[in-house]
Each structure stands twice: as C-alpha cells, then as structure tokens.
C-alpha cells in the first residue's frame, strides 16, 4: 500500500511539470534542485535517498553560476555547507579565510578533513565543467537515516571522473548531503 502511495505521488509531481520551450545552447537553464520527502521503509527509503542523490547533482550542475551557493545549501545539511564553504577557501583572500591548521582544527572532530576536497569545489575538484553526469551511484552502507553512496561523477566534455562517497541523511523528513568524502590521491 505505501509503495503504491509513494509511486502515485512520484506520477503526480512527474505530471505537474509544465512543458518548456527549447532553450538556446548558450542560455543557461534553471534548474531546481528538489526537496523530497524520505519514504517510510528502510529499503524504499534508501532507494529514494538514491534516486534524491542523483537528481539533485544533475540538478545542481545545470544551476546557473550565480545561484549555485543557494543550490548547495538546499541540498546539504547547515554543517556540511558551513564545512565545505572553509574547505574550498583555505588560504584564499577571502573575508573568514581559515589557514589549513585552522580548518583541521576547527573541523577534525565532526568531519575526516583530509578528505574534505581542499581548495576544490562541491562535488567535483575540477573549478570547470561541461556536462557532469552520474557515472555511478551504489549504496555502499546504511544505518537510521543516514545513507554512504559510492559516486563517479562523470564529465564527458573534459573527460574526467571524480570518485567520492556521498553521505545523505534525512532531516525533518527531507534528505540532504551531510559530507562528501573525496579521495585526491588517485
């Protein structure tokens, strides 16, 4: 019965998108990234939690420069955001620009810092995109809601692949990323 609820919902929300003119190729598209609502059973759920995951990167790619920031604290967790945001301005010239010490300091005992992607953006360590696709998307472990995905995001233009694991929680009934665990070494 619950599937049969959380499918209708999915059909309905699928219909109410309205059609759309074909943009110009170098007219940015706005996209949304979407707030969804976490299923009631583990296994639905952590399928939801996947499907969430992968839509909301492609969305979040698609989302033009200017709102990319406001895209990226809809769809992680205050924490993360806050985290990710001092990663990626280690020794910048920035306002509230933290040295390295100070940012394994100030993080080293909620998040594991040497994989936080230092002076990389979200996502991607790569500043430069052309169309970043979900390459792979495996559910590697789950406990109460919390979610860890094996990602590949692809680039087909620049022809590079950036591996990490995704973590995705649910809070207040929504899902968000809460870290990204990026492995540089490769």
Not at 24 to 30: C, F, G, L, S, V
Not at 72 to 86: G, L, N, R, V
Not at 100 to 114: A, L, P, S, V
Not at 154 to 180: M, R, T, W
């Amino acid at each position: 019965m619950k599937r049969t609820i959380i499918a209708s919902l999915f059909l309905v929300i699928a219909c109410k998108e309205e059609k759309k003119e074909p943009m110009a190729k170098d007219e940015p598209q706005k996209v949304e990234v979407k707030e969804n609502v976490a299923a009631e059973n583990t296994e639905d759920e952590s399928q939801a939690a996947q499907k969430w995951l992968k839509e909301n990167i492609i969305a979040y790619f698609k989302t033009d420069l200017g709102s990319m920031d406001k895209a990226m604290q809809k769809i992680t967790t205050k924490d993360y955001y806050e985290y990710k945001t001092d990663a990626m301005n280690v020794d910048m010239d920035v306002d509230g620009s933290l040295t390295e010490k100070e940012f394994q300091d100030k993080w080293k005992t909620k998040f594991d810092t040497k994989k936080a992607g230092v002076g990389s953006g979200f996502l991607i360590s790569g500043q430069d995109w052309i169309n970043v696709e979900v390459g792979s998307c495996e559910l590697k472990s789950s406990s109460k809601d919390s979610y860890l995905f094996n990602v590949v995001l692809n680039d087909d233009g620049f022809k590079a692949k950036y591996p990490s694991q995704v973590k995705v929680v649910k809070e207040d009934g929504k899902f968000l990323i809460a870290d990204v665990l990026e492995d540089h070494s490769n």
